[in-house]
């Protein structure tokens, strides 16, 4: 993999990883202040999952699986 493909990764992984950090802050805060329907918190909770899917797959290009 070269650099500039490494980066362009590695920027993609940050975005997710606020994105999924937002994304829980909002869930949690709608869940407390109980203004939010349960279909709107499913949609985001999926999201958030899809986000952390994403993040998952990112890390495991970016970091490579070394076995000691």
């Known amino acids: 993999m070269d650099k500039q ?3 362009k990764l590695g920027l ?20 407390a202040s109980g203004l939010a329907d349960a279909t709107l918190l499913q949609r985001l909770k999926k999201r958030k999952l899809a986000l952390k899917d994403r993040i998952t797959e990112l890390e495991r290009h970016l970091l490579p699986d070394i076995i000691a």
């Open 12 to 31: 993609e992984l940050a975005t997710k990883r606020q994105e999924h950090a937002d994304l829980d802050a909002a869930i949690a805060t709608l869940s």
């Open 5 to 7: 493909h490494e980066a």
